[in-house]
């Protein structure tokens, strides 16, 4: 625990402008970001008396090892520089919503030549116009059906398309009548993008003067005896209409408003946001976050509104934007959100009508979501906290291990050995971390071994960060072996494959971002017994580290095994220790395995060509067309190979002679009458 104190900037030293202030901890990574109006009256509240601190700002300020600021012009400057550092350095005591769930949109891709509807999650892309969120994804295919009557636009695939247009046929959707079939061409590109348009513009809540349009159409049609299109246009408004009473109106004049409201307790607060579009709820959503600052809901508030527009450009920020309480800065907020929207964006309370009654709404879903979680996390806090503190007590640590990394050996038969490492931070995976390996010390099966190369390759890869970034001490060097970090030494196993920076070079300015196996756990877990949990030791034992607690986990019967114990550490069946652990255990299983089955599915699919250095996919491909099989490729000639554009003589060698040294295949057998089928120029023979 550091001593606020030992870091305290000297009195005078801090600015009294707007700025971003970032605390650091002895590994030089960020944990907390704020802004401020006054820095100097800001960062003075962190260094007073402990005692008189939030106990949640003290915990920052005691782990804590250096804070640093950044001076800006405005608070619309340092309002933006906050929701980018926190983006950025993810830092651990700042508020983080989490979702429960990815919310389905509905989104139509304008950026392709003919546009597609189809329901997305995760991050926005470029070009495409969304709408919603949606509560559930069947939401959205219902009333995406009811609208293919009026706007049959394109919703297949990209392969069902471009099969369509080679065979000439349109999919079922097409014969049906609720897709124009723009892949046969009964529709031009532009007439098909007009669909698009006129689908978005429906959307976005121009519905009143479409629906009009359509039914002076269907009068028009009836009038001069057209009676079979006055028909279907009256079945067209119908359909819209049932469209529209998915989602009623809840406010007039066709506003376009977010309602957030936040619901909290002392240790968990929740958020609702209603997306209102021309009067109705066009969608909903939800977050749940931790309170692991000293945070009241105007700043509750602020960070949903940084969470909710900070990727957000034009029309998804809307004009209005109704909050239970005002941040700190309403005006620098609103300017920001203005910005991003690029018009006058209103940031308000709802004080009475339509509004503040549609808020109340909102606030009964924000209790209703905060009480759900609890019931269904119940008191996670707590819970992690307990486990945590019962792995410290098994295992005789010192402090309760809040970051936990765990490695598992993965192969098939002796082939493909991998190694993973995952990474746990208070309980929580921590997927950004996880890192895999390639054993490539040795061939075979071996898993002591196999362990004892990872162990030391990781914290070895710790050590020339800790060189690297200063944190290096002059010490006696242990007995036995220990390998020194070498200068722009590179892990060829690693993943991450980046090579180590030179010792020797001038220096660079730390960032402040997560280096690769930069930051060193509280304790190693590893999937196995008493050999493996040996391997581990020893590797660290190597290096000179002794700060670092090491156990396994046997699967059979879910015991604890320690360095140099004869028996094992028994944790009851009901203890959430265990259950931390085994979790902790299978998520390292799972990741090995996966990329164990990557890596044998890649085995399996390659080629000869594959061992041409500097041979991409699509100079196989060329030469794959060019020739028409691997066979006529092997009996052409370095001439004929260099006639295939982008091929050069001497990649034309190196083809030939990969051709040439590889093992003839084996021959494909019909399995229907058992004789073997070889490829000629012509095709097959057998």
């Known amino acids: 625990m550091a001593d606020p104190s030992s870091y305290r900037p000297k009195p005078g030293q801090i600015p009294d402008s707007p700025g971003v202030y970032k605390f650091r901890d ?60 926190i983006k950025e350095f993810d830092p651990r005591f700042n508020v983080k919503y989490r979702d429960d769930k990815s919310y389905p949109y509905l989104a139509v891709t304008l950026n392709e030549e003919f546009p597609r509807v189809q329901v997305m999650r995760g991050a926005k892309k470029k070009g495409v116009r ?74 976005a809540g121009r519905t009143g003067t479409y629906i009009r349009r359509l039914e002076k159409d269907m009068m028009a049609a009836a009038e001069e005896m057209e009676y079979e299109r006055a028909a279907r246009l009256r079945d067209d408004v119908e359909a819209l209409k049932r469209a529209m009473e998915k989602s ?51 700043g509750l508030v602020e960070h949903a509104l940084q969470q909710l527009y900070g990727e957000e450009t034009g029309d998804s920020v809307p004009k209005e934007v109704l909050v239970p309480a005002l941040p700190e800065d309403p005006d620098a907020v609103s300017q920001w959100l203005a910005g991003r929207r690029g018009s006058q964006v209103s940031l308000r309370i709802p004080q009475r009508g339509d509004k503040k009654d549609l808020m109340a709404t909102v606030q009964r879903n924000a209790q209703q979501a905060l009480g759900l979680h609890k019931t269904k996390r119940a008191s996670d806090l707590t819970t992690r906290s307990r486990a945590l503190e019962e792995i410290a007590e098994a295992l005789g640590l010192d402090t309760a291990p809040l970051r936990i990394e765990c490695f598992d050996i993965s192969h098939l038969q002796g082939d493909d050995v991998v190694a993973s490492m995952v990474v746990f931070e208070d309980g929580l995976a921590r997927k950004s971390e996880y890192r895999r390996f390639q054993i490539k010390g040795f061939e075979g099966q071996d898993d002591v071994r196999s362990m004892h190369e990872v162990i030391g390759r990781r914290f070895k890869r710790y050590l020339q960060e800790k060189e690297r970034t200063g944190e290096w001490e002059e010490t ?51 999937d196995g017994g008493q050999p493996q949990v040996a391997a581990a030791k020893r590797a660290l034992d190597e290096l000179g580290i002794d700060d670092i607690a090491v156990c396994g986990l046997a699967k059979r019967l879910e015991e604890v095994w320690l360095p140099d114990d004869d028996d094992p550490v028994v944790l009851p069946r009901s203890s959430e220790g265990l259950y931390l652990l085994q979790r902790v255990r299978d998520e390292a299983h799972r990741f090995a395995i996966t990329y164990q089955r ?40 370095i001439d004929e190979i260099c006639e295939v554009p982008g091929i ?39």
């Open 648 to 686: 050069g003589r001497r990649t034309a060698e190196s083809v030939a002679v990969a051709l040439a040294s590889a093992a003839p295949a084996a021959p494909a057998v019909n399995t229907a009458t058992g004789e073997s089928i070889e490829e000629d120029d012509g095709g097959t023979t057998t």
């Open 26 to 85: 002895e590994h030089r990574r960020v944990i907390y970001v704020g802004k401020a109006k006054n820095l100097r009256q800001r960062l003075a509240n962190y260094f007073q008396d402990l005692a008189a601190l939030h106990p949640r700002t003290r915990t920052m300020v005691t782990t804590a090892a250096s804070v640093e600021w950044t001076v800006v012009s405005t608070e619309v400057e340092a309002l933006q520089l906050e929701y980018s550092w």
């Open 476 to 526: 006696p060097a242990p007995t036995g072996p220990v390998p020194a970090p070498q200068s722009g030494a590179t892990d060829p196993g690693a993943a991450s494959g980046t090579t180590a920076p030179d010792p020797d070079a001038e220096p660079r300015e730390d960032d402040g971002r997560p280096k690769r196996f930069a930051y060193p756990p509280q304790l190693v877990v590893v």
């Open 598 to 637: 990557a890596k044998r599915a890649k085995r399996i699919r390659s080629g000869p060509l594959d061992a041409v250095a500097g041979l991409g996919e699509t100079r196989k491909q060329a030469l794959i067309k060019h020739f028409g099989s691997v066979k006529r490729l092997k009996q052409a000639t």
């Open 130 to 203: 969304y709408f919603g969120p949606y509560g559930h994804a069947w939401a959205i295919r219902e009333t995406v059906d009811l609208m293919l009557r009026v706007f049959p636009v394109r919703t297949c695939s990209a392969g069902v398309f471009k099969n369509a247009a080679r065979t000439g046929r349109p999919c079922l959707l097409g014969y049906i009548g609720k897709c124009s079939a723009p892949c046969v061409g009964r529709v031009t590109p532009e007439e098909h993008r007009e669909l698009a348009d006129d689908f978005c513009d429906f959307m």
């Open 248 to 298: 009623a109106v809840v406010l007039a004049d066709a506003t376009d408003a977010d309602l957030i409201a936040v619901a909290e307790d002392e240790l968990e607060a929740a958020v609702q946001i209603f997306h209102v579009r021309g009067g109705r709820v066009r969608g909903q959503r939800g977050w749940v976050t931790d309170k692991v600052e000293n945070v009241d809901t105007s």
